[in-house]
């Protein structure tokens, strides 16, 4: 595996120096690592040990870094790279946008207290979002609205191999005590309080010497002026040095007995801390942020409010004074790091995450409607489950079309949609900002219009596959040109499914009544006195108003039943939808407890259940025909307008009707032929109870 890590520089610094040791230890554990920043020490640290490093500008914040998309995605695809780990907010914006273009995996770890600011909102695009303290974990959550089951805790930890653990310092009271505060210069950082913290100490405790290590960020140097102001400010020009960034942070910490962070904002984490645990320093710190996960106060170390000089003041002098419970603190300390903040669980940790990321795949499947569309989505969700069979599939679906899919084993989870409302540029953004809440992987657009391809790209799906149709299918970045070449249905949606990487066909499909679905379906019929040889017949009678052209002659439907009833001991259920139960007016003289009217009566929920009873059901080029054939019951399929060849669902208990015209397919609702509905009214009626026979009497 090979992980491109992005962050801004590599100076001297917490995050840099995590960059390092990850590098290190992936490469002990077979792993491979590039880096890309703009440049720092630390680089010639990654190339003693092999890892290539590219310099770029990633640090500028600008809307000009995002010329450098281009550039990373080159490297992306040179490197061969299989996940992008972005540590900062610009190279964030340039690693997600590189990898959209790539379809590569996008992780973040959210190193800071980030303000809630557009520029911020990147951080919680990763697939998984690493937090280095609880503290950010329930920002991200709660400011930034980052679902929790993405947000992954990973505590920052130390190579302990770097630090040598030692006791010498409370073993003999030394000449002065050295108290050393690391970190970049800045407000936050606290270390002008520190100064005037040092001020008060001194008047009850005049025995130490202070370190204060660290730099601005390039090409800053006001803060560093107003610490020399204040130093002289007070008189500490006696007391107090003013290191640079230092690379030998264990070696500088080694030799002091206290260190101290002063931090004025919530501290993300605070590695300086466990770097002063590894060593064996008392730490006094302030109480906020990430710090709490590290000390625990009394045990580990002293903490104080933030901002109070005379309580940091106070707590400088406990440590200092009471040294046997200071020794107390920096043994707890030393174990808690090395059960919990040791590099190797953090490494553990983040190779479980990259593994996860790469095995298991957030896949959406968009198929809005109509309900037989929907029920030969089925087939496609299942080739999907196989081809990933650790993946997490979702699908976005009208929500009134729903309820016919909702027990579907194959789904995890299902985006319900309004999709009338999606013309609305507004709805439309905000069903987009709920699929980019989920952060999928790959799209699968088996509805393939502008709308559906719209919310696929901006709702940040990294590999967007569907049937490429005119200038919003650039839109997908894995199309498939060939829309207009017919074939079977699942055949059809199956070219799709190949750009996805699904190379096994198979297209049977299958629903599942529930339980109480199927207890109503058994009450109706109870009813009908059915006897161990009477035969349950469905007639569908209807279509969509749009296509009345699909309708079979009601009095077909009437002369067929008598046929039935002259040869079976029968039962005939009308099915359909409301609207429809005109259809049913020449079924008025029967016997209503032969033919049952249930038009208008079942829920979608309800149909598998139904057809799950019957044993042979006549229908047009409907919904209802794929929910006969999902049942896996016998059919006679009567198609007028529409291509059999195209349209009718995968079954191995179907007589196909069509008369080859030479007007069809027309695809017109609306019959302009001077014989009207001749393609259905040369169907006869002998020839479906032909069928019927054959499949009744086996």
């Known amino acids: 595996m090979k992980i491109l890590q992005l962050l801004p520089a590599l100076e001297i610094g917490g995050v840099e120096r995590g960059v390092v040791d990850m590098a290190r230890s992936l490469k002990e554990e077979g792993h491979e690592t590039v880096v890309v920043s703009s440049g720092g020490t630390l680089v010639a640290e990654l190339q003693r040990m092999g890892v290539p490093h590219y310099g770029l500008p990633v640090h500028q914040k600008s809307i000009v870094s995002l010329l450098l998309v281009d550039q990373l995605v080159k490297i992306i695809e040179r490197e061969r790279i299989d996940i992008v780990h972005a540590r900062s907010r610009v190279p964030a914006w340039i690693g997600w946008l590189a990898s959209r273009k790539t379809g590569i995996p996008f992780i973040t770890t959210c190193h800071g207290h980030y303000s809630v600011h557009p520029m911020s909102f990147v951080m919680g695009y990763g697939k998984r979002v690493i937090v280095i303290s609880n503290a950010i974990g329930r920002r991200m959550i709660d400011e930034f609205r980052v679902p929790q089951d993405r947000i992954r805790l990973i505590p920052r930890g130390v190579d ?36 005037k913290a040092l001020h008060l100490l001194r008047s009850r405790f005049p025995n130490f010497e202070a370190l204060i290590v660290g730099a601005e960020n390039r090409g800053r140097t006001r803060y560093t002026k107003l610490i020399h102001q204040t130093i002289k400010q007070f008189g500490l020009d006696t007391c107090v040095k003013v290191l640079g960034p230092s690379r030998d942070i264990p070696g500088l910490l080694a030799e002091s007995d206290l260190l101290v962070l002063s931090s004025t904002l919530p501290e993300p984490f605070g590695r300086v801390i466990i770097e002063a645990g590894a060593v064996g320093i008392p730490v006094a710190a302030t109480w906020l942020g990430g710090v709490p996960d590290i000390i625990d106060h009394g045990r580990h170390g002293y903490l104080f409010p933030p901002k109070n000089v005379p309580a940091m003041a106070e707590a400088m002098h406990a440590m200092l004074t009471d040294r046997p419970w200071a020794k107390e603190c920096a043994i707890a300390l030393r174990k ?35 309900m037989g569309d929907l029920v030969l989505v089925v087939p496609s969700l299942r080739m999907l489950k196989n081809r990933y069979p650790d993946s997490s599939i979702s699908i976005l679906v009208d929500k009134k079309l729903a309820p016919i899919i909702s027990n579907c084993p194959y789904l995890d989870d299902l985006i319900l949609v309004d999709r009338k409302k999606l013309g609305n540029p507004l709805y439309l953004l905000k069903t987009a900002r709920r699929i980019r809440q989920e952060n999928f992987d790959m799209s699968v657009d088996l509805h393939n219009n502008k709308y559906t391809h719209l919310l696929a790209y901006l709702g940040g799906v990294v590999q967007r596959c569907g049937f490429a149709r005119g200038f919003w299918g650039r839109l997908l970045n894995r199309p498939d040109k060939t829309f207009g070449l017919a074939d079977t249905p699942v055949r059809h949606q199956f070219r799709v499914l190949a750009k996805a990487g699904v190379q096994d066909f198979e297209d049977e499909l299958e629903l599942w009544p529930k339980k109480e679905r199927i207890e109503k379906a058994e009450q109706t019929l109870l009813a009908l006195d059915l006897k161990a040889d009477t035969r349950v017949i469905g007639f569908v009678m209807g279509s969509s108003p749009k296509w009345p052209t699909k309708r079979w002659d009601p009095q077909f439907f009437k002369k067929l039943a008598e046929k039935i009833f002259d040869h079976y001991d029968a039962r005939i259920l009308l099915l359909g939808s409301p609207g429809e139960e005109g259809l049913a007016d020449v079924f008025r003289d029967f016997d ?70 030479s007007c069809q397919p027309c695809y017109q609702g609306r019959c302009k032929e001077k014989e009207m509905m001749g393609c259905l009214n040369h169907v006869t009626v002998d020839e479906v109870f032909d069928a019927a026979r054959r499949f009744l009497d086996l």
Do not use: C, W
Request: charged share 30%.
């Open 336 to 370: 808690k790091i090395e059960e919990k903040f040791n590099v190797e669980q953090m490494v553990k940790k983040t190779l479980e995450v990259y593994l996860e990321v790469r095995k298991k795949k957030k896949i959406l499947v968009i198929k809005l409607g109509a």
């Open 160 to 195: 302990l191999s770097q630090f040598v653990f030692s006791l010498k310092r409370f073993e003999e009271k030394p000449k002065r005590f050295r108290i050393i505060h690391v970190g970049r210069f800045s407000p936050n950082k606290g270390q002008v309080e520190f100064l």
């Open 592 to 661: 209503p407890d032969r033919v049952v009217n249930l038009i208008g009566k079942t829920t979608l929920e309800d149909l598998p259940a139904f057809f799950q009873k019957l044993h042979f059901v006549v229908s047009g080029d409907t919904a209802l025909l794929h929910v006969a054939a999902a049942m896996h019951v016998p059919t006679a399929a009567i198609f007028g307008p529409t291509d059999p060849k195209r349209h009718v669902p995968p079954s191995r208990k179907i007589a196909i009707f069509t008369k080859n015209l």
